[in-house]
């Protein structure tokens, strides 16, 4: 049974969702399943852009044959050839073997590297290139490193609709809900759509910019990207995100409070701290525990927020493994620009603050140490009130 939805009159969505993988990339976790979105043109040409993951390829076939019906397959547009997107090239060519496959060089030597022959089938595009199905008429532009090498984006110039690969995704899956009107996108998308970017493309935000300069000469009416909403209203709101996202500028002023504890007195401090932010009128806070939090989603809010305070028992002389792993990500993903505030625990030798305020001085780029280093020793006494204020007050102060 096919299921296919209309972009537009002569555009279709031919995607698949999928509930049952568990860790996109075999990393990050999707509770909400994930959506991998294939269109479909139906013009004097028609055209296929890009293909789907192996999971849901049966599903990519049944929705093209739905609506293609006795007509035949001419182009595959390949903007994106990892395999969530690629995988299924090859089952739609043996059952398209007429179609022509429209990419970049480095895609086609990618394609290779799979094991698809694509030999004269294929027509290599570059920057600025154009093709002609008919009514619609398309151009390509270059969007390498978002996020891998290869990677391109095709706009329609007829309608407006900007076929954007990896750019403007989200975690989760649409279930029916293909446009970002019929849902409630910030209350119940934002957070994936972050936690997405900042996971999968954060690292890349200075080829982001590129890209968004592009689109700025563009009169773009819909964005249609390979995984999330379908975007056909308020695109500025997706748009600013991403350009916030990409400078790595915090979208709100606020406090993440991450916090490594192994038997509970670290987590006391961070919790302390956290009811003293309160107390000051500051609520735009969260509170994590980095042992049981997906380092993915302590990525999404260290981008969300202006402030980070990280709260680390020593262990083995060092800082805690979990709360090491989430610094090394800081690092890999490019972080920068962010307020940190130190909490450190140890019973014979605290070290995990040292440690931490050096990483943050040494490994990452832009950074501000606010208030002084916290320590407790084992436990939180009452003697160290006042200085809990002044640290309160400190991260407080930075936030005007």
């Known amino acids: 049974m096919y299921c296919v939805r209309k972009v537009t009159d002569d555009l279709f969505w031919v995607g698949g969702n999928d ?3 568990s860790l996109f990339e075999n990393i990050h976790p999707i509770p909400r399943g994930v959506s991998y979105n294939s269109y479909l043109l139906t013009d004097e040409k028609t055209v296929l852009f890009d293909t789907v993951d192996w999971s849901v390829c ?36 043996i059952r398209w073997p007429n179609a022509k496959v429209v990419s970049t060089d480095k895609a086609f030597t990618m394609m290779k590297q799979f094991g698809f022959e694509i030999g004269e089938r294929g027509i290599s595009v570059k920057e600025g290139d154009s093709l002609s199905f008919g009514r619609h008429n398309v151009t390509f532009a270059s969007a390498a490193m978002v996020h891998w090498p290869e990677v391109m984006v095709t706009f329609d110039t007829t309608d407006g609709i900007l ?13 029916g809900k293909l446009f970002n009107d019929e849902v409630d ?15 999968i493309v ?10 968004l300069k592009k689109a700025q000469s563009l009169d773009i009416k819909i964005i249609c990207p390979l995984h999330g909403p379908v975007w056909r209203s308020n695109i500025g709101y997706f748009v600013d995100k991403h350009d916030k996202w990409s400078r790595y500028e915090p979208e709100e002023k606020g406090v993440l409070i991450a916090y490594a504890s ?16 309160a107390e000051r009128g500051c609520l735009n806070y969260r509170v994590y525990d980095v042992s049981n939090t997906h380092v993915s989603t302590l990525i999404a809010e260290s981008f969300k927020y202006s402030n980070i305070v990280l709260a680390s028992v020593t262990y083995n002389m060092g800082i805690f493994p979990v709360m090491h792993d989430f610094l090394e990500d800081m690092k890999a993903l490019c972080l920068t620009g962010r307020k940190f505030s130190v909490i450190e625990n140890g019973t014979w030798a605290p070290k995990s603050g ?3 305020t050096d990483f943050i001085n040494n490994d990452l780029k832009s950074m501000e140490i606010i208030g002084n280093k916290f320590t407790v020793n084992s436990s ?7 200085e809990l204020d002044a640290l309160a007050d400190a991260i407080v102060e930075s936030m005007k």
């Open 354 to 356: 040292t440690l931490i």
């Open 380 to 386: 939180l006494k009452t003697d160290k009130e006042a």
């Open 19 to 21: 509930h049952r993988l």
């Open 262 to 277: 192994m038997y509970g007195n670290t987590e006391t401090a961070a919790q302390a701290l956290a009811s003293k932010l």
């Open 202 to 211: 954060g690292k890349y935000g200075s080829f982001v910019q590129k890209l």
């Open 185 to 199: 996108f910030d209350r119940d998308w934002i957070d994936d759509a972050r936690r997405y970017y900042t996971n």
């Open 58 to 93: 049966r599903q990519l076939i049944d929705n093209i044959k739905a609506v293609l019906g006795d007509r035949d397959l001419d182009y595959i547009v390949i903007n994106h050839m990892e395999p969530d997107h690629g995988a299924s090239l090859e089952e739609v060519l």
């Open 163 to 175: 076929f954007s690969a990896d750019a403007f995704g989200s975690f989760g899956a649409l279930d």
